[in-house]
């Protein structure tokens, strides 16, 4: 069976304190792996896509990279106003055409 | 200013009536998506639709209904079938790369 899952649920941080977040995989083909970033209350918004395994993908504190079973969300230095929950989802192919399977999401605290 | 739009942005449903959700993009993009969003799961599938005039079940159709009569509009109605509608429903728009952007979201409650 198809399966995102993400890790850890929750991650409390001090300001600059850098960590990584988690996503592994279990999908019959990869077609493309997407990280969001979502608000309390808020649709989620857009980061990053990765397509293939060794890709990389970089924004400010964000970096983003991609192996053949799992990716990381990686955070440098994370500010206060990184708090949020970041969603990552996996494009596979299915019957007719492709399907898209969201983890649950890891909620990231940053304290000042 | 290009991006997708719902409405309203809370609504509330009484026992046994249907209350449809509004979702207009002006992306120019041809597929359309609605998510059903619950604490602690992620986002579940509800329709979609990649051309005008038609649309697929996702993998929680029952109880909701859709309609794609403009390339701008995908309508979500929750209808009086669906017990547990209490959720944060998202609707995504695609173009021609694969990434979905989302709208902003509907809470809907029932009383």
């Known amino acids: 069976e198809d399966q995102v899952t993400q890790s850890p649920e929750a991650l409390r941080l001090q300001e600059g304190e850098s960590s990584s977040l988690n996503c592994s995989y279990t999908v019959s083909g990869l077609r493309g792996l997407f990280w969001y970033r979502q608000d309390p209350g808020k649709g989620p918004e857009f980061l990053f896509t990765?397509?293939?395994a060794g890709e990389e993908k970089e924004k400010e504190r964000l970096k983003a990279t991609l192996t053949k079973k799992e990716s990381f969300l990686h955070i440098t230095a994370p500010k206060p106003e990184d708090s949020a929950t970041y969603l990552c989802?996996?494009?596979?192919?299915?019957?007719?055409?492709?399907?898209?399977?969201f983890g649950a999401g890891t909620r990231l605290f940053v304290k000042a | 200013d290009g991006g997708i739009t719902q409405s309203p942005k809370y609504l509330f449903r009484k026992e046994g009536q249907n209350v449809t959700l509004s979702c207009e993009q002006n992306?120019?993009?041809?597929?359309m998506y609605w998510y059903r969003q619950d604490p602690g799961q992620g986002l579940r599938l509800i329709y979609y639709?990649?051309?005008?005039?038609?649309?697929q079940k996702g993998d929680i159709a029952e109880g909701y209904s859709v309609s794609r009569e403009k390339k701008e509009s995908f309508p979500l109605t929750v209808t009086s079938a669906q017990k547990n509608p209490t959720a944060f429903y998202l609707c995504?728009?695609?173009?021609?790369?694969?990434?979905?952007?989302f709208g902003p979201g509907t809470r809907l409650t029932v009383l």
């Open positions: 995504a728009s695609c173009g021609n790369t694969d990434t979905q952007y």
């Open positions: 639709s990649q051309i005008v005039n038609d649309f």
């Open positions: 990765l397509y293939s």
């Open positions: 992306l120019n993009h041809d597929a």
């Open positions: 989802a996996v494009q596979t192919p299915n019957t007719g055409g492709f399907k898209t399977i």
